[in-house]
């Protein structure tokens, strides 16, 4: 069994190295966030941010396939510019991903929402004058989902 150790004890063994090194990685990422705001207008801004450094890449993450269209146009100009600033002098290229802002946490659910009794007899009728049998099955099937039974 593995020896248990108290969060107290495993903040100190680690103080001298993750966690300065975490402090450093945040201090970088948000350096290099204000550098990159301060050459996208204040709507890009928004839906941006910038979520990495690696290999002489920055990577930007976008909150949706929109923005990333309107960035897409844009790099060769922003790479140009960020490269004039020292600390990304280095730049070699700008990287982007879209990783969209979660509204709620909840898994939607994918019950069948039910039907009115108007639409569930249109489906039954339609059914009547269908000649594919899966067809025909499938739309008696889903006229049973109505809201009223």
Do not use: F
Request: hydrophobic residues 40%.
């Amino acid at each position: 069994m593995p020896k248990q150790h108290s969060i107290h004890t495993l903040i100190q063994q680690h103080t001298n190295t993750t966690v300065p090194n975490l402090a450093q990685k945040i201090a970088a990422l948000r350096q290099l966030n204000e550098l990159w705001r301060k050459y996208i207008d204040i709507k890009l801004a928004q839906h941006t941010q910038v979520a990495n450094w690696r290999n002489n890449c920055l990577v930007i993450e976008i909150d949706s396939a929109s923005w990333a269209t309107h960035i897409r146009y844009l790099l060769p100009e922003l790479l140009i510019k960020l490269k004039t600033e020292k600390e990304l002098a280095e730049l070699k290229y700008i990287e982007w991903y879209i990783q969209p802002i979660s509204t709620s946490n909840k898994i939607k659910s994918r019950e069948p929402q039910p039907l009115s009794a108007e639409n569930c007899l249109l489906l039954k009728e339609a059914a009547e004058h269908i000649t594919h049998e899966k067809l025909k099955k499938a739309l008696v099937g889903l006229a049973k989902h109505s809201k009223d039974e």
